[in-house]
Protein backbone atom coordinates (compact mmCIF):
# COMPACT_ATOMS: atom_id res chain seq x y z
CA UNK A 1 0.00 0.00 0.00
CA UNK A 2 1.81 3.29 -1.06
CA UNK A 3 -0.66 5.95 1.26
CA UNK A 4 -2.14 7.14 -1.99
CA UNK A 5 -6.08 6.66 -2.22
CA UNK A 6 -7.86 7.21 -5.74
CA UNK A 7 -11.47 6.90 -5.61
CA UNK A 8 -13.28 5.43 -7.86
CA UNK A 9 -11.63 2.79 -8.19
CA UNK A 10 -13.66 1.80 -11.46
CA UNK A 11 -16.68 4.29 -13.54
CA UNK A 12 -18.40 3.68 -16.43
CA UNK A 13 -20.19 6.63 -17.96
CA UNK A 14 -21.18 7.93 -21.86
CA UNK A 15 -19.82 9.83 -24.42
CA UNK A 16 -20.15 13.82 -23.82
CA UNK A 17 -19.99 13.08 -20.17
CA UNK A 18 -18.01 15.03 -17.26
CA UNK A 19 -17.10 12.52 -13.98
CA UNK A 20 -14.46 13.43 -11.51
CA UNK A 21 -11.70 11.77 -10.44
CA UNK A 22 -10.15 12.05 -7.07
CA UNK A 23 -6.40 11.67 -5.38
CA UNK A 24 -5.59 11.65 -1.89
CA UNK A 25 -1.67 11.94 -1.59
CA UNK A 26 0.32 10.37 1.04
CA UNK A 27 0.43 12.04 4.29
CA UNK A 28 2.83 14.60 4.24
CA UNK A 29 3.44 14.75 0.81
CA UNK A 30 2.70 18.38 -1.46
CA UNK A 31 2.85 17.20 -5.10
CA UNK A 32 0.52 15.24 -6.94
CA UNK A 33 0.62 14.38 -10.37
CA UNK A 34 -1.71 12.98 -12.56
CA UNK A 35 -1.03 10.25 -15.34
CA UNK A 36 -2.92 8.61 -18.36
CA UNK A 37 -2.13 4.97 -18.91
CA UNK A 38 -3.78 3.23 -22.12
CA UNK A 39 -2.79 0.46 -24.19
CA UNK A 40 -1.59 2.26 -27.51
CA UNK A 41 0.09 5.49 -25.26
CA UNK A 42 1.63 3.76 -22.40
CA UNK A 43 2.39 5.40 -19.15
CA UNK A 44 1.40 9.81 -20.02
CA UNK A 45 1.59 12.40 -18.00
CA UNK A 46 -0.68 14.54 -17.78
CA UNK A 47 -0.32 17.62 -14.74
CA UNK A 48 1.67 18.22 -11.54
CA UNK A 49 0.49 20.74 -8.98
CA UNK A 50 2.29 21.44 -5.16
CA UNK A 51 0.99 22.94 -2.85
CA UNK A 52 -2.38 23.95 -4.22
CA UNK A 53 -0.65 25.48 -7.34
CA UNK A 54 0.22 24.30 -10.83
CA UNK A 55 3.57 23.17 -11.49
CA UNK A 56 4.21 21.20 -14.68
CA UNK A 57 1.79 20.32 -17.66
CA UNK A 58 2.12 17.48 -19.93
CA UNK A 59 0.15 15.88 -22.56
CA UNK A 60 -3.26 16.98 -21.02
CA UNK A 61 -6.14 17.92 -23.34
CA UNK A 62 -7.88 21.34 -22.71
CA UNK A 63 -11.28 19.18 -21.62
CA UNK A 64 -9.17 18.06 -18.87
CA UNK A 65 -8.64 19.94 -15.77
CA UNK A 66 -7.34 19.47 -13.02
CA UNK A 67 -7.10 21.27 -9.02
CA UNK A 68 -5.45 20.86 -5.42
CA UNK A 69 -7.55 21.94 -2.51
CA UNK A 70 -6.00 23.32 0.64
CA UNK A 71 -5.97 19.91 2.49
CA UNK A 72 -3.70 19.06 -0.64
CA UNK A 73 -6.45 16.29 -2.12
CA UNK A 74 -6.74 16.51 -5.97
CA UNK A 75 -9.49 15.89 -8.62
CA UNK A 76 -8.87 15.52 -12.36
CA UNK A 77 -12.00 16.96 -14.57
CA UNK A 78 -12.72 15.39 -17.51
CA UNK A 79 -15.36 16.94 -19.95
CA UNK A 80 -16.92 15.91 -23.22
CA UNK A 81 -15.88 12.28 -22.95
CA UNK A 82 -14.81 10.25 -25.86
CA UNK A 83 -14.49 6.92 -26.46
CA UNK A 84 -10.46 7.40 -26.54
CA UNK A 85 -10.66 8.61 -22.96
CA UNK A 86 -11.18 5.22 -21.73
CA UNK A 87 -7.80 4.64 -19.52
CA UNK A 88 -6.72 3.89 -16.43
CA UNK A 89 -5.66 6.97 -14.61
CA UNK A 90 -3.53 7.37 -11.82
CA UNK A 91 -2.29 10.04 -9.48
CA UNK A 92 1.15 10.01 -7.45
CA UNK A 93 2.29 11.74 -4.72
CA UNK A 94 5.43 12.73 -3.14
CA UNK A 95 7.33 15.47 -0.86
CA UNK A 96 9.73 17.56 -2.84
CA UNK A 97 10.93 18.93 0.79
CA UNK A 98 14.12 20.17 0.42
CA UNK A 99 16.33 17.31 1.19
CA UNK A 100 13.22 14.18 0.28
CA UNK A 101 13.75 12.08 -2.06
CA UNK A 102 12.09 12.76 -5.05
CA UNK A 103 10.12 9.25 -5.34
CA UNK A 104 6.76 8.91 -6.97
CA UNK A 105 4.19 7.34 -5.11
CA UNK A 106 1.07 5.79 -7.23
CA UNK A 107 -2.45 4.99 -6.29
CA UNK A 108 -4.12 2.35 -7.18
CA UNK A 109 -5.82 3.86 -10.02
CA UNK A 110 -9.41 4.32 -11.85
CA UNK A 111 -10.14 2.85 -14.35
CA UNK A 112 -12.59 4.94 -17.08
CA UNK A 113 -14.71 3.38 -19.49
CA UNK A 114 -16.33 5.68 -22.50
CA UNK A 115 -19.39 3.53 -23.75
CA UNK B 1 11.58 17.10 -24.79
CA UNK B 2 12.79 13.44 -22.96
CA UNK B 3 12.09 10.13 -24.81
CA UNK B 4 12.64 7.03 -22.88
CA UNK B 5 13.12 3.77 -25.32
CA UNK B 6 12.71 0.60 -23.46
CA UNK B 7 13.39 -3.11 -24.47
CA UNK B 8 12.16 -6.12 -24.71
CA UNK B 9 8.36 -5.25 -24.68
CA UNK B 10 7.97 -9.03 -23.78
CA UNK B 11 10.38 -11.34 -21.89
CA UNK B 12 10.19 -15.12 -20.79
CA UNK B 13 12.84 -16.85 -18.54
CA UNK B 14 12.48 -20.05 -16.59
CA UNK B 15 12.57 -19.65 -12.35
CA UNK B 16 16.35 -19.04 -11.24
CA UNK B 17 17.47 -17.16 -14.43
CA UNK B 18 18.58 -13.35 -14.50
CA UNK B 19 16.40 -10.85 -16.18
CA UNK B 20 17.54 -8.01 -18.19
CA UNK B 21 15.57 -5.06 -19.05
CA UNK B 22 17.04 -2.12 -21.55
CA UNK B 23 16.20 1.58 -21.40
CA UNK B 24 17.56 4.48 -23.04
CA UNK B 25 16.83 8.14 -22.84
CA UNK B 26 17.36 11.72 -25.33
CA UNK B 27 17.33 14.06 -22.61
CA UNK B 28 21.04 14.27 -21.60
CA UNK B 29 19.76 16.68 -18.23
CA UNK B 30 17.34 13.85 -17.05
CA UNK B 31 18.96 12.89 -13.72
CA UNK B 32 16.56 10.88 -11.79
CA UNK B 33 16.36 7.11 -13.33
CA UNK B 34 13.59 4.84 -11.21
CA UNK B 35 11.94 1.52 -12.38
CA UNK B 36 8.70 0.33 -11.61
CA UNK B 37 6.75 -2.92 -11.49
CA UNK B 38 3.10 -3.22 -12.10
CA UNK B 39 0.89 -6.37 -11.10
CA UNK B 40 -2.42 -6.82 -12.84
CA UNK B 41 -4.63 -4.42 -11.62
CA UNK B 42 -2.34 -1.98 -9.45
CA UNK B 43 -0.85 1.15 -9.47
CA UNK B 44 3.23 1.02 -10.47
CA UNK B 45 5.36 0.39 -7.52
CA UNK B 46 8.67 2.01 -7.14
CA UNK B 47 11.74 -1.08 -7.25
CA UNK B 48 14.95 0.62 -7.43
CA UNK B 49 16.22 3.84 -8.48
CA UNK B 50 19.09 5.93 -9.41
CA UNK B 51 20.19 9.37 -9.80
CA UNK B 52 22.96 10.34 -12.37
CA UNK B 53 25.99 10.89 -10.42
CA UNK B 54 26.06 7.31 -9.52
CA UNK B 55 26.76 4.29 -11.62
CA UNK B 56 25.31 1.01 -9.83
CA UNK B 57 22.85 0.37 -7.40
CA UNK B 58 22.11 -3.34 -5.94
CA UNK B 59 18.71 -3.96 -3.47
CA UNK B 60 19.10 -7.92 -2.96
CA UNK B 61 18.36 -9.73 -6.47
CA UNK B 62 17.76 -6.59 -7.93
CA UNK B 63 20.39 -3.79 -9.52
CA UNK B 64 20.18 -0.99 -11.88
CA UNK B 65 23.16 0.64 -13.88
CA UNK B 66 23.23 3.60 -15.39
CA UNK B 67 25.34 4.46 -18.33
CA UNK B 68 25.15 8.60 -18.73
CA UNK B 69 27.41 8.95 -21.94
CA UNK B 70 25.41 6.53 -23.86
CA UNK B 71 22.60 7.41 -22.16
CA UNK B 72 21.27 4.01 -21.34
CA UNK B 73 20.73 2.48 -17.93
CA UNK B 74 19.13 -1.26 -17.49
CA UNK B 75 17.25 -3.43 -14.76
CA UNK B 76 19.07 -6.72 -13.84
CA UNK B 77 17.01 -9.35 -11.48
CA UNK B 78 18.97 -12.10 -10.62
CA UNK B 79 17.54 -15.25 -9.71
CA UNK B 80 14.07 -14.84 -10.75
CA UNK B 81 10.63 -16.08 -8.78
CA UNK B 82 7.62 -16.61 -10.28
CA UNK B 83 6.61 -13.42 -8.18
CA UNK B 84 8.41 -11.28 -10.63
CA UNK B 85 6.09 -11.75 -12.88
CA UNK B 86 4.45 -8.22 -14.16
CA UNK B 87 5.37 -5.24 -16.68
CA UNK B 88 8.20 -3.35 -15.54
CA UNK B 89 8.58 -0.17 -16.26
CA UNK B 90 11.58 2.47 -16.75
CA UNK B 91 11.23 6.08 -16.13
CA UNK B 92 13.30 9.32 -16.74
CA UNK B 93 13.36 12.93 -14.80
CA UNK B 94 14.95 16.24 -14.88
CA UNK B 95 14.63 16.84 -10.94
CA UNK B 96 17.30 19.35 -8.37
CA UNK B 97 16.22 18.93 -4.84
CA UNK B 98 12.96 20.44 -3.97
CA UNK B 99 11.49 20.53 -7.88
CA UNK B 100 10.88 17.29 -9.02
CA UNK B 101 10.28 16.83 -12.65
CA UNK B 102 7.49 14.75 -14.10
CA UNK B 103 8.46 11.38 -15.25
CA UNK B 104 8.73 9.79 -18.65
CA UNK B 105 7.66 6.25 -18.55
CA UNK B 106 9.03 3.82 -21.45
CA UNK B 107 6.32 1.46 -22.77
CA UNK B 108 6.94 -1.64 -20.40
CA UNK B 109 8.33 -4.79 -20.25
CA UNK B 110 6.27 -8.20 -19.68
CA UNK B 111 7.97 -10.08 -17.75
CA UNK B 112 7.02 -13.61 -17.58
CA UNK B 113 8.83 -16.12 -15.23
CA UNK B 114 8.55 -19.85 -15.90
CA UNK B 115 7.99 -22.42 -12.99
Known amino acids: DSGVTQTPKHLITATGQRVTLRCSPRSGDLSVYWYQQSLDQGLQFLIQ???????AKGNILERFSAQQFPDLHSELNLSSLELGDSALYFC??????????????FGPGTRLLVL | GENVEQHPSTLSVQEGDSAVIKCTYS??????FPWYKQELGKGPQLIID?????GEKKDQRIAVTLNKTAKHFSLHITETQPEDSAVYFC??????????????FGKGTKLSVKP
Open chain 2, 50 to 54: IRSNV
Open chain 2, 91 to 104: AASIGVWGSQGNLI
Open chain 1, 92 to 105: ASSSLALGAKETQY
Open chain 2, 27 to 32: DSASNY
Open chain 1, 49 to 55: YYNGEER
